[in-house]
């Protein structure tokens, strides 16, 4: 069966959104396989974030990640990937579509990071190598 790691990054646990992002990915049908809350290293974040790096935002990024618990989940089911980013909406907060959960609960800050509440794999391949980084026990 298919898996994913999902993310729900600082700004979703600070604002208390864990227990709604988790509910809508839970709605659509998919079955939670692991949950625990983190307090990421650097290092977890560098190997997470290693395709990103010297791009602009990188380094706020990892500084982003760094400054609060984030929750990391494993959802598993059919075409979940596609599915989990389809749900979380695009990139953008502000222009990601309503009833997305980036559209529904995120907006520009006017920070050098995009707060966009969750990450989701893009790929079996980036699933697998995720799931081993956040999930190493
Ligand atoms: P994907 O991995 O499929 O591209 P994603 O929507 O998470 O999905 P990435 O391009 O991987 O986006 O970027 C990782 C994270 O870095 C984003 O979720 C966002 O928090 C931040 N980010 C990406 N692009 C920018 C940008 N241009 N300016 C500020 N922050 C950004």
Redesign the pocket.
């Known amino acids: 069966i298919e898996r994913t790691l999902v993310l729900i990054k600082p700004d979703g646990v600070a604002r208390n959104l864990s227990g709604a992002i988790l509910g809508r990915i839970e709605a659509k049908g998919y079955t939670l396989a692991e949950l625990k809350k983190v307090d990421a290293s650097r290092e977890l974040l560098e190997q997470h974030y290693e395709e ?1 790096v010297g791009k602009p ?1 990188y380094e706020p ?1 990892v500084e982003f990640m760094l400054s609060g618990p984030v929750v990391a989940a494993i959802f598993e089911g059919h075409r979940v990937i596609e599915g989990f980013r389809s749900l979380a909406g695009t ?1 953008d907060p502000t222009t990601a579509a309503p009833g997305t959960i980036r559209g529904d609960f995120g907006r520009d800050w006017g920070l ?3 707060q ?1 509440l969750v ?1 989701g794999s ?1 790929s079996v391949d980036s699933a697998e190598r995720e799931i081993k980084i956040w999930f190493q026990d």
Do not use: A, S
């Open positions: 990103h935002f990024l990139t050098k990071v995009q966009n990450h893009d």
